[in-house]
Nanobody, 118 residues
Framework: QWQLKESGPGLLKPSQTLSLTCTVS??????????WSWIRQPPGKGLEWVGY???????DYRPSLKSRTSISRDTAKNQFTLQLSNVIPEDTAVYYC??????????WGQGTQVTVSS
């Protein structure tokens, strides 16, 4: 059974860098052909894809966030990490990590609240 769990700080000030890690268990993040995504949900809004890193290490990001976003992985620890630089209050959201296969997100973490406030 695959499990994903997010970890990272919940409160940041504007201009700081958000760093969230997703620890995956039940299988390897290098297993073909899974994509490992970050998704967020701002308060009162729908889910918003942030970006992904594939089983082979290829990344892609939401265009509006691309200049501030980086996703990396540690295959030895079976983790992938989101970094979002220069955060603003509009980055406040519940952040989820999820496994994607094709067009389906089939496993999700429980989500972690991130609040950006001065």
């Amino acid at each position: 059974q695959w499990q994903l769990k997010e970890s990272g700080p919940g409160l940041l000030k504007p201009s700081q860098t958000l760093s969230l890690t997703c620890t995956v268990s039940g299988g390897s993040i290098t297993t073909a052909h899974y994509y490992w995504s970050w998704i967020r949900q701002p308060p009162g809004k729908g889910l918003e894809w942030v970006g992904y890193i594939t089983y082979s290490g290829v990344t892609d990001y939401r265009p509006s966030l691309k200049s501030r976003t980086s996703i990396s992985r540690d295959t030895a620890k079976n983790q992938f990490t989101l970094q979002l630089s220069n955060v603003i209050p509009e980055d406040t959201a519940v952040y989820y990590c999820a496994r994607q296969l094709g067009y389906e997100y089939d496993y999700w973490g429980q989500g972690t609240q991130v609040t950006v406030s001065s």
